[in-house]
């Protein structure tokens, strides 16, 4: 019996990675669509997953997937900087919302496709204050990259209306995990300031709080989404608000540091408080987030360490 083909965008990427290592030992066959822009091969088992070389808007990448018609697509492959999306709104707007529909359109008249998994975000809602947020909660993009991920999500609702294309939208919240040494999200900038005994930068009070999940849990559900029965969006999350300031104070203990906090103005589009209800993924499912803040922020640091002893930057 020939194994369903999976193919992964952006599999060589910070998510990615971890969800091709998660399915490398499994009964799917492995294809990774990565342009490493920012992914590396050496993160994935080239002997378990094939990779081709190209960008997701590009005709190549069209005809790729047509030619290998994959029973499943996790859509990772994405521009996910906010600030860049702020000031290169149209690259952001030519990646995630041409890039998406380059690959759906390929998908939506496969012979046996089973599922189109899509990355999308909690960006989506924006600074709506009705926490947590459900999937009925309103959608109010305060940045371009929240917006070209939402018109994502609409490109398939409509695609399913019009083909039949199943898929799952997952908004997850704040991702966070192992990390190369130049990412830049609010913990590997705080990890990098501590280790160099410089000032971490937190932008306005550090009151504003995220629902933070680890890298694995993000990566589990993803494959959790594959076998989902209904087509729609699903938040992922751990249900919980932190503060940045907690997230600073757990890093300091967990390095034995105290280093003094550099306070800069609050960004344009950063959002005030952002926590998603699960309720509705973990009732379809059996997925539940295995990490608290604490032990994932503490497997984290055990990571980042260990990268900086091999030289990873």
Not at 4 to 32: D, E, R
Not at 286 to 303: M, N
Request: proline fraction near 4%; charged fraction near 20%.
């Amino acid at each position: 019996m020939e194994k369903n083909k999976v193919l992964i965008t952006g599999g060589c990427g910070f998510i990615g990675s971890q969800v091709v290592s998660m399915l490398a030992n499994s009964s799917y066959k492995l294809f990774i669509l990565d342009d490493l822009s920012t992914g590396k091969k050496e993160n994935i088992p080239l002997d378990r997953a094939d990779l081709i070389v190209c960008d997701i808007r590009s005709e190549e990448a069209y005809e790729y997937i047509k030619v290998l018609q994959p029973n499943y697509v996790i859509h990772l492959a994405a521009q996910i900087d906010v600030q860049t999306s702020i000031h290169e709104q149209q690259h952001d707007a030519d990646i995630n919302i041409m890039g998406t529909l380059n690959v759906i359109q390929a998908c939506k008249s496969l012979p046996n496709f089973k599922k189109f998994v899509f990355a999308s975000t909690a960006a989506v809602y924006g600074n709506n204050t009705d926490l947590p947020l459900t999937e009925r909660s309103a959608t109010l993009p305060t940045s371009p990259y929240g917006q070209s991920k939402l018109v994502g999500e609409q490109y398939l609702a409509l695609v399913h209306e019009l083909y039949q294309l199943p898929y799952a939208a997952l908004r997850f919240a704040n991702v966070y995990g192992e990390k190369k040494y130049a990412a830049k999200d609010v913990i590997t900038s705080f990890w990098r300031k501590l280790i160099e005994e410089e000032s971490p930068v937190i932008f306005g009070t550090g009151d504003q709080t995220r629902d933070f999940i680890y890298v694995e849990d993000i990566a589990s559900a993803l494959i959790e989404a594959m076998t989902i029965f209904q087509s729609g969006i699903y938040n992922i999350s751990t249900n919980e608000q932190t503060s940045i300031n907690h997230v600073l104070a757990i890093m300091n203990e967990l390095l034995g540091k105290n280093v003094p906090v550099k306070r800069l103005p609050k960004r344009p589009g950063d959002i005030q408080d952002s926590c998603l209800s699960n309720e509705k993924f973990v009732k379809h499912t059996s997925w539940l987030p295995e990490q608290t803040i604490q032990t994932g922020l503490a497997k984290t640091i055990v990571g980042k360490n260990n990268q900086l002893k091999v030289g990873v930057k």
